[in-house]
T-cell receptor, first 113, second 116 residues
């Protein structure tokens, strides 16, 4: 079954660009890669998803290389309100052919003034 | 429109008691998920429903945990003979379609369970 690896924590400063990478080997061929953001005492919320190359929306960009063994969430010009935990989500089919969603362990991003 | 709702928001119970946690998904969402999140930890997948059936129960920690979904809507997560290690926030999410990463999950506010 696929495994994911994310940095446990990252620090940055307001106005900087932040890149968070999730490594994920052997993910399902046809699946998207999705990222979520979670603030304290709230459930996670969807940020962005992509299949390959680059996707951009109003809050973030997502870079996925051709081999799809990783994905990088890019937050441009972060502010204090971007302090949160960020999770990647992928899917895989195990040895028993049962499909499973696989969440990363989360990266705690702290933005400093 | 209304989002995912969960009840109760907080539950304190004594060790050994049974508890029921409820999730009301967004209307029309066919997929429903339960997760557990211990303090300062990531998401632990418990179970996923597509309609009323559960294709993936792989995350249920023990036979003390069970879940059902009726009418393709409301779901109940039941924990029998609660233990202190069951203390956590239990999150429910729903999505419009089936359980792949492409299906955007909408999370409820969670139920904070404390077992004393």
């Amino acid at each position: 079954l696929a495994k994911t690896t994310q940095p446990i924590s990252m620090d940055s400063y307001e106005g900087q660009e932040v890149n968070i990478t999730c490594s994920h080997n052997n993910i399902a061929t046809n699946d998207y890669i999705t990222w979520y953001q979670q603030f304290p005492s709230q459930g996670p919320r969807f940020i962005i998803q992509g299949y390959k190359t680059k996707v951009t929306n109003e809050v973030a960009s997502l870079f996925i290389p051709a081999d799809r063994k990783s994905s990088t969430l890019s937050l441009p010009r972060v502010s204090l309100s971007d302090t949160a935990v960020y999770y990647c989500l992928v899917g895989d089919r195990g040895m028993d052919s049962n499909y499973q969603l696989i969440w990363g362990a989360g990266t705690k991003l702290i933005i400093k003034p | 429109g209304a989002g995912v709702s969960q009840s109760p928001s907080n539950k304190v119970t004594e060790k050994g008691k049974d508890v029921e946690l409820r999730c009301d998904p967004i209307s029309g969402h066919t997929a429903l998920y339960w997760y557990r999140q211990s303090l300062g930890q990531g998401l632990e997948f418990l179970i996923y429903f597509q309609g009323n059936s559960a294709p993936d129960k792989s995350g249920l920690p023990s036979d003390r945990f069970s879940a059902e979904r009726t009418g393709g809507s409301v779901s109940t997560l039941t924990i029998q003979r609660t233990q202190q290690e069951d203390s956590a926030v239990y999150l429910c999410a729903s999505s419009l379609e089936s359980g792949t990463p492409e299906a955007e999950q909408y999370f409820g506010p969670g139920t904070r369970l404390t077992v004393t």
